[in-house]
């Protein structure tokens, strides 16, 4: 019997993530840290909790990863104006030059990824994806939307 699609993807996936985590730490990152400082860098000015709800990370999840990386010297938190209670997230220079340097790196491995297909696999790969994902979000929503 053939496997099945579903957990095909969920294994290449997980495999992909492992190894791009794999590598990054021989770089001296991690995945956390990378999409972290991606999307604080991203948005400016976001709060602790708003850059856990779009990482979809509990709370005391993103404060250990925010203390670690704080205690790395890569971001800061600092007081909003005007909300005493609340963080922003930013990057420091030496965070900066960090995300600078993982993101080229995430540019050659993308590069070296792509070299694994010719342009029209390239294309059937990024269409049937994106349906996929295009399709289970929209089903995602529409489970939230009647919970």
């Given at each position: 019997m053939e496997e099945r699609l579903g957990r095909l993807l969920a294994m290449?996936?997980?495999v992909v993530r492992e190894h791009f985590d794999a590598a990054?730490?021989?770089i001296g990152s991690s995945l956390n840290t990378y999409v972290v400082l991606k999307v604080a860098a991203l948005h400016p000015g976001m709060s602790q909790r708003e850059l856990a709800g779009a990482l979809g990370i509990e709370g005391p999840t993103m404060t250990h990863h925010l203390d670690r990386m704080?205690?790395?010297g890569l971001l800061q938190?600092?007081?909003r104006p005007g909300d005493r209670r609340a963080y922003c997230v930013q990057l420091t220079p030496e965070g900066r030059a960090h995300l600078d340097r993982v993101d080229a790196f995430a540019d050659d491995m993308d590069t070296e990824f792509r070299a694994e297909?010719?342009?029209s696999e390239l294309s059937v790969v990024f269409d049937v994806l994106?349906?996929?994902k295009d399709r289970l979000s929209k089903e995602a929503n529409v489970h939230h939307a009647a919970g």
């Open positions: 290449t996936g997980k990054l730490g021989d704080s205690a790395d938190r600092i007081p297909f010719t342009s994106t349906r996929i």
